[in-house]
């Protein structure tokens, strides 16, 4: 059993404050009608099991959930290639929530990587997430 609630009728977002993207992909979702869940990963301590879960939801390794081409990141690492175990990935993502790669969103057992604000929009609406109108006789 996983340790992140999946309910298909609540949105749970991963998202850091400390980035532009995170910023307003989390608008989008406060403002949205949806019932919700936002966990800002800059002010809430997210376990290694849960980034495991996360990782695993979106089939990636835990360091694709890192953006290596961050200034912030080549400037801890250097700009050569950065071969860490999941313990060293994790504590990147610990001590630097902004090197996010990208907000997770997770609807039901759908986990999806939003790579600009406007996905949320896309991948949120009814129509465009897979679920069928009911047919209406009028």
Do not use: C
């Not at 290694?48 to 996360?54: D, H, K, N, R, V």
């Amino acid at each position: 059993m996983g340790t992140i609630a999946m309910d298909k009728k609540q949105i749970t977002l991963y998202y850091s404050s400390l980035n532009s993207l995170g910023k307003q992909v989390n608008a989008y979702v406060e403002s949205s009608e949806m019932e919700h869940l936002t966990i800002d990963i800059a002010k809430t301590n997210v376990t290694g099991t849960q980034w495991a879960e996360l990782a695993d939801g979106l089939n990636k390794n835990i360091s694709e959930l890192i953006d290596q081409d961050h200034a912030d990141f080549k400037k801890i690492y250097g700009e050569k290639e950065v071969n860490l175990d999941n313990d060293g990935w994790l504590k990147v993502l610990d001590k630097n929530p902004s090197l996010l790669k990208y907000p997770i969103v997770i609807q039901g057992k759908k986990f999806i990587e939003l790579e600009s604000a406007s996905d949320f929009k896309q991948y949120m609406k009814p129509d465009s997430a897979g679920l069928e109108k009911p047919y209406r006789k009028e």
